[in-house]
């Protein structure tokens, strides 16, 4: 494995419904596809509704909180573009709309977090092209 | 007229090479999946040239280049299952599906590689897209965030155990500590003559949290094979032929994505493990020993409680107190499995279970063994499972 803190971090390609997704995220808003028919949020993003077969949906603005749902904090990087970062703690947090999602949190220590921990989303640019929706302690 | 597949499919031959950390196995990752290959086939007393069916493991070969090596003229039945990990035990499934359908009379399943001498299996599953589960959803809603291994999905799943269970590191050890105590009654395994202590095991690095280092599988190089056949096939070949009694796969939902699941502790073998011992006609009291795909401690103990051998959320305390060791009630990776004896991607779980059944244990035997389980998980939680019979 090369540990070279050169390697670039790993980054979402944007085709498709994923450019819609964080195209949101770059305009600092934080949505779902919500289910037209039967309000179904989801996520990660899909071409169709798996509760009741509707391909109508909305991209519908999130309330942007929700809790820490569960962790893992990376002590030894498994990833090059990782190798100067541990520890980290990839986190998934529970949003109040029901979907979960995965993030890292900017702002609270890997051992400092807790389940159920309250938390808001605090968007990150990391390139010009690709803002990443992170989260802090609410 | 019944259609299920119980006892009308058999292991006939099993097959594997050295299992080996530095410097390596010397040869390609197709010619180690020979070499195992050929010598489940001597096992079985069968020609190369007799074999019509080969079940690759996903993205370490292809079916073609294995019969073009192997000289089968005639390969009639070709596929893979992607299930990862699992994909072993349910070729099992398919295997037996196809050669008592009359799709193939004999069919391979060979699965190794270089996992240590060659790519490790933590960079191909970071840096190559095309063999991540989920594809396109890790690299764009995972990797980004540094999720983008194995451990870190599995340990997502290990933490809520831990916070819904009271599941508790000593218990995970105790997992590690079994397997490394099998391996030192198997000559060939990696780990033989290094036996871990529960302080050992606490004092050893974290990896990805909870899991310590002793909580991975090993990465080495390494091959093994089995061939299936139809029941009234394996009367005559050269061994006992041991019978699949139940099989089952499945994949939970949904299976491209391990973080949205409405149960997070329901996977492919929750479904799979009721359907297979009904299949089977026997429930987990009168299993044996198991053989269980144990590519991280909890997954183990996770896979104990799905396949009932205990109820969800008792995996912790089973595991306990020698439950899961050679002489305890129900004996676990009699091999040393991925922990302790070599990560052969699940194929070396099958071979052990069908010498176990044979009476080929030596030292490391489970005592008049009649049935014995075998699981696969995979990916974001595939699961598959076998009961099979001697």
Redesign the interface.
Known sequence: ?TDTPTTP?????LQGL?QQFYDFCRQGELRFQRCDGCGTWR??PREVC?TCGSFAWSWTKSSGRGRV????????????G?AD?A??A???VEMEEG??????LVDVA?DALA?DMPVEVAFEA?TPE?T?P?FRKA | MSTSLKDRACIVGIGQTAFCRAPGSGMTQLGIQLQASLAALADAGLKPQQLDGVMPFPNLGSAEEFAANLGIASLRFAATVHMGGAAPVASLQAAAAAVTSGIADYVLLPAGWNGYSGRRARETIAMDVASLPGGAIARDYYMPYGLTAPPQWYALIARRHMHEFGTRPEQLGAIAIAMRKHAQLNPGAVMKDKPLTLDAYLASPMITAPYRLFDCCLETDGAAAVVVTTAERAKDLARKPVYIMGVAAAQPYPADEITNRADLFETGLTIAAPRAFAMAGVTPADVDFAEIYDCFTFEVLQQIEETGFCGRGEGGSFVEGGTIELGGALPVNTHGGLLSDAHVLGMSHITEAVRQLRGDGGERQVADAEIGVVTGWGDFGDGSIAILRR
Do not use: C
């Not at chain 1, 971090?9 to 390609?13: D, V, Y």
């Not at chain 1, 749902?69 to 090059?80: D, G, N, Y």
């Open positions: 494995m971090r790993p980054l979402p390609a994923t996520h990660v798996a749902f569960t962790w893992t904090v990376a002590a030894r990087p498994m990833h090059p990782f970062a520890p980290y990839p986190v998934v979907v979960r999602i995965v993030t890292q890997p389940i990391v690709v990443l992170k």
